[in-house]
């Protein structure tokens, strides 16, 4: 690891970027002696695999598809007997007016 000063880098960014190119060990830009950013070769990384059904830890469970099992039976019958603001008459607009 090479550490080397804003107005070096800035002086000879060409010179430096050979360097690593050759040799692949990370440049440190410092300022004041302190490290504030890093130079190194770009590594190639693969694709990301997009979509979930292509990931290799996607599973769909055996029974995903059953309809046994309905929207009311996590509610019992609170879902039925919710009212909402359509059923409301203070909310429906007269005729005429």
């Known amino acids: 690891m090479?550490?080397?000063g804003l107005y070096e880098a800035k002086a000879t960014l060409s010179a430096l970027i050979t360097e690593l190119e050759a040799t692949g060990e990370k440049v440190m830009l410092t300022r004041h002696g302190k490290i504030v950013a890093e130079i190194h070769p770009h590594r190639d990384s693969p694709a990301p695999t997009r979509g979930l059904l292509k990931s290799p830890g996607f599973s769909i469970a055996p029974d995903f598809n059953?309809?046994?099992?309905?929207f009311e039976d996590f509610f019992g019958d609170a879902a039925?007997?919710?009212r909402?603001?359509?059923d409301s008459p203070s909310y429906r607009t007269k005729k005429g007016s």
């Open 80 to 82: 039925v007997r919710t």
């Open 66 to 70: 059953d309809t046994e099992v309905g």
């Open 84 to 86: 909402v603001a359509e």
């Open 2 to 4: 090479k550490e080397v």
